[in-house]
């Protein structure tokens, strides 16, 4: 069942829904990070920050900031450290958006 909140936002704006939930096929970086040739943006993003969670990325002193390693260096654009704010960001830029 999904929160109030977000049945607004999926009944007011469908296509903004699709776009986290349609498979892509993925760009040779990101694909050798998920181990997979098609994902949703959704699917990658959760994928991104269970690996994140597993090898304990976050700096302890402050939760809110990542610290990368190279593996994770290679699909945010090199950055050393994000801010957990950024991530769905860097994430989208994998995504193109495709022509109408």
Not at 24 to 33: A, Y
Not at 48 to 55: A, H, L
Not at 57 to 85: F, T
Request: hydrophobic fraction near 40%; glycine fraction near 4%; include cysteine.
């Amino acid at each position: 069942m999904l929160p109030q909140k977000m049945k607004k936002a999926v009944t007011d704006n469908p296509k903004k829904l699709a776009n986290l939930i349609d498979l892509v096929n993925l760009p040779s970086t990101l694909r050798e990070f998920v181990g997979q040739s098609q994902i949703s943006r959704l699917g990658c993003f959760i994928r991104v920050w269970s690996y994140i969670k597993t090898n304990n990325l976050q700096d302890p002193n402050n939760k809110n900031v990542v610290n990368c390693d190279e593996k994770l260096k290679s699909i945010l654009l090199g950055k050393p450290q994000i801010d957990l704010a950024e991530l769905p960001a860097l994430i989208k830029l994998h995504f193109p958006k495709e022509p109408k």
